[in-house]
């Protein structure tokens, strides 16, 4: 396994003094670069005709890599570290989000408005007309982000304490790049029917709800039981956003290589959320050859111990995972690190696309293939061609909420796809440029209105 590359997930605050004496700032960043790190922002923080006083930053790849390269800074001689922190834990410290009044209190005719005798009249008038609730209060711009801490960012179980870091993540991911106001609500249950009445019981407070990080199959009966029994939109990320980029990405990669989506032979590695939900969306945008692999192959109509979601996917051919891959156009991975061989890639066809999303560490690292392949994309920020879910779930929430959507639709993840696809122009168009990236300010917008439109042609836009 190639190493990973170092990143500012795992980066560190370090401050050290060491002797004023020319050349010791060179032996500082020649010990980090030794071990493997890459040595950021330099300050200086105080001076003196004896000693400095520095704060630096390091990317390293690993908690592992991190203490080497503390470790190689303690060794040099006359260097001593005051403090070492954690930037990625100092960033949580006191958590990632607050709420803040959107008006300002500042004279007792405003809180008799805001607040009691005046909010009275809001009350009666909601209650008169209950669609006055989407104008007189938050729910038109605010999303429930509910999650069971069932399937935690590929960490597994963790349950729900665990799971509210990132649900936080999610919240300032929905406020940044669409400016919805997001709660995350973190369930102290794994029972699906619960999970189902808690949700319905807090949909007055919604105009949305975001699903994340619940186990499959459990996630599938859950966003059926919303979906039929609230009138808000519901919306499994783990399941959609991953399908929408990972669609959006195949268009543009497919037009590299000039070939179409009802040619092609596609292996999915991996059948849980989002593998399910990628194979529905190729599907219904026009695939016809899709094998789909777990942890023991080809999903087979041979097999017998296949749940209701995977015999929807199950083919005649049986095999492994290296046999589906054989003369295959376009492999998608969602599964685990380390699965897929140099020589798998090479059984492919000619013109090979490969989609290694598993996350941190993708199914084949794309240094073994770079020559071997037309195309290849992971789900890291430190590779071309990230595939990542904030290009689709906040301008999906935004376009919804806007038309006051009473379900998001298949129709509505086909436009976003195919949005977000539109803004790579044919002259922007190459092997290692196949999506925007998620910073590009029309992606919002673009997917916003796909949505909206796709939700007025099939009826459930209700604005």
Known sequence: MVKLTPNPSFSLTIRLTYPNRAGMLA???QAIADVGGNLGQVLLIEQTRKTYLREITVDAASTEHAEQIVAALKSLPDVQIVKVSDRTFDLHRGGKIHIQSR?????????????????????????EDPEKVYSLTMKSNTVAIVTDGSAILGLGNLGPEAALPVMEGKAMLFKEFAGIDAFPICLATQDTETIVETVKNLAPVFGGVNLED?????????????????????????QHGTAIVTLAALYNALKLVKKSLEEVRIVINGA?????AIAHLLRKAGATTILMCDSKGIL???????????QEFAVAESGSL???????DIFIGVSVPGVVTPEMVKSMASDRIVMAMANPIPEIQPELVYDDVAVIATGRSDYPNQINNVLAFPGVFRGALDCRAAAITTNMYLEAAAAIASLISPHQLEPEHIIPSVFDERVVTAVSGAVQKAARQDGVARL
Do not use: W
């Open 300 to 310: 087979s109509t041979a097999r017998n111990d296949l749940n209701a979601q995977k």
């Open 214 to 238: 619940i186990s499959a199959p459990r996630c599938f009966e859950i966003e059926q039981k919303l979906r039929q029994e609230t009138n808000i939109p519901i919306f499994h990320d783990d």
């Open 103 to 127: 008006i300002p209190l500042t004279a007792q005719s405003d809180l008799a408005m805001a607040y009691t005798p005046g909010v009275g009249r809001i009350c009666k008038a909601i209650a």
């Open 27 to 29: 032996s500082v960043a």
């Open 322 to 328: 290296a046999d589906a891959m054989k003369n295959s």
């Open 272 to 276: 849980g959320a989002a593998g399910v």
